[in-house]
């Protein structure tokens, strides 16, 4: 398990979008999934990023909780005016995007390159 109060995404900015790359294989516990979301918060809320790419690219488990916090996110940016992708999800992470929807609010892309295109856009 990771520690819940360390970072838990690099983020980088590209081409007019912040790519925030998660760290963790696993994202199991509550108090992870809560931090992960304020940190994210934070990207809109104190800097200001309404262009926002996850990448879950070394990610093979999300909790519901962890899930929320992405939907949560979207909704933000919405309120926001901006957009928001996820790219590059696990097979298994799919599954449970599709069961909870998170397309309707984030749209799920195969490379990081293709979710930049889409919110830069």
Not at 19 to 47: D, F, M, N, T, Y
Not at 91 to 119: C, K, L, N, T
Request: charged share 20%.
């Amino acid at each position: 398990m990771s520690d819940a109060f360390e970072p838990q995404f690099v983020a980088e900015d590209v081409n007019h979008a912040t790519v925030a790359r998660l760290k963790a294989r696993e994202i199991r516990h509550p108090e992870v999934a809560v931090e992960l979301g304020s940190q994210l918060r934070s990207l809109v809320e104190q800097h200001q990023r309404t262009r926002i790419v996850v990448d879950l690219q070394d990610t093979r488990y999300l909790s519901s909780t962890a899930f929320a916090t992405l939907l949560n996110l979207g909704r933000l940016l919405q309120q926001h005016q901006g957009k928001m992708a996820l790219c590059n999800l696990d097979p298994d992470v799919m599954v449970g995007a599709r069961i909870i929807g998170i397309a309707q609010v984030a749209p799920i892309f195969d490379s990081e390159a293709e979710a930049i295109a889409h919110v830069s856009a």
